[in-house]
């Protein structure tokens, strides 16, 4: 679990906001209910911006400009950067909305821009960060432009998978692509509509049951997301044990 420090991002110390929280600034480990996820709401591909730029950003902006004594989101998660960021901190309350019970996470993610595998894997460790400060935060409250399922990967294969499947790649749209999803989704990595595409969606519901089989010491290969032979193979050893 990677978790970048505020000293990674800006030399400014938080600055406790006593006139915006009512009762106690910080969580209690019973109060805290889940997480709000939050979207910047511009058009950009922030795929190609620095994450620590926006950042400073961000939090010179909650405090001059809105008149906040400091970053208003608890944690951050990029598209090009690996781990999670830490803002306002996770253990200090947010003005947010429903700020006194939930973590507030900012998503950087354009409008109309596709979620990359980076950003789905940063998502589960931030869920994964938050669980183990607060196991009581489940709840997820999110506004995200596509259907993550955030329990995935806790799901284990069994021993009923069609494995007659043939080799499919990134951007692979046809029936094959779309068998493969009805599978994936059957064995609870695959969580959302079956529009036949191989898109971010797929591409993390197969990274996941690549990580499961190499868990299971049958599959070798770089985790990619991508069902190959060496995957398809290895499925299928799986369920000849």
Not at 5 to 31: C, H, Q, V, Y
Not at 121 to 143: D, G, H, M, W, Y
Request: glycine letters at 6%.
């Amino acid at each position: 679990m990677k978790i970048l420090k505020r000293a990674d991002w800006t030399a400014t110390n938080p600055i406790p906001m006593t006139e915006e929280i009512e009762g106690p600034l910080f969580f209690r480990e019973k109060d805290v209910l889940g997480i709000n996820l939050f979207l910047p709401g511009e058009n950009a591909n922030f795929v190609e911006l620095n994450p620590l730029t926006y950042f400073e950003q961000q939090r010179k902006a909650d405090y001059k400009l809105r008149g906040m004594g400091d970053v208003q989101y608890n944690l951050g998660v990029a598209s090009n950067v690996e781990g999670v960021y830490c803002l306002r901190g996770l253990c200090n309350k947010s003005p947010n909305k429903l700020g006194s019970t939930h973590i507030s996470v900012l998503v950087l993610l354009g409008t109309n821009e596709p979620p990359t595998d980076l950003l789905l894997q940063n998502l589960t460790t931030c869920r994964e960060f938050v669980l183990s400060k607060f196991p009581n935060a489940t709840e997820i409250n999110s506004s995200l432009p596509f259907e993550f399922d955030w329990d995935q990967k806790s799901k284990k294969l069994s021993s009923q998978f069609t494995c007659n499947l043939p080799t499919v790649f990134t951007q692979d749209t046809n029936v094959h692509t779309f068998d493969l999803i009805e599978n994936l989704n059957y064995w609870g990595y695959y969580n959302g509509k079956n529009d036949g595409v191989y898109g971010p969606v797929t591409r993390n519901a197969v990274s996941l049951l690549q990580a499961d089989l190499k868990d299971a010491h049958l599959y070798l290969k770089r985790v990619d997301g991508l069902y190959g032979r060496y995957t398809r193979e290895a499925f299928c050893n799986y369920l000849k044990k």
